[in-house]
Nanobody, 121 residues
């Protein structure tokens, strides 16, 4: 059974930085796109950043220039470097990875358990 384990959330002051990490455990045959979503209280879950298997990245407009997504396929890991954090970035952040768990099988999307990011003075 493949699981994603997240780390790196916490409480930070406005203007501060955090780095989220997400790593997969278990047997993985191939890795596709990976990314991060977030969900703030009372709001819908939104895509924050994504990275394709070829390294192409995509960001929601509100984080462009402040957040950077990176991946390490050897570690089945995806990271989110967040800088100049704002109170409106407060949310639970979820990573996801599209994984092929064996040859000749379809990719499945696996989600992390979520990590809380709180930006407050």
């Amino acid at each position: 059974q493949v699981q994603l384990v997240e780390s790196g959330g916490g409480l930070v002051q406005p203007g501060g930085s955090l780095r989220l990490s997400c790593a997969a455990s278990g047997t993985i045959f191939n890795i596709g796109a990976m990314g991060w979503y977030r969900q703030a209280p009372g709001k819908r879950r939104e895509m924050v950043a994504s990275i394709s298997s070829a390294g192409s990245t995509n960001y929601v407009d509100s984080v462009k220039g402040r957040f950077t997504i990176a991946s390490d396929n050897a570690k089945s890991a995806v990271y989110l470097q967040m800088t100049n954090l704002k109170p409106e970035d407060t949310a639970v952040y979820y990573c996801h990875e599209n994984l092929q768990l064996g040859p000749d099988v379809v990719y499945v999307t696996v989600w992390g358990q979520g990590t809380q990011v709180t930006v407050s003075s």
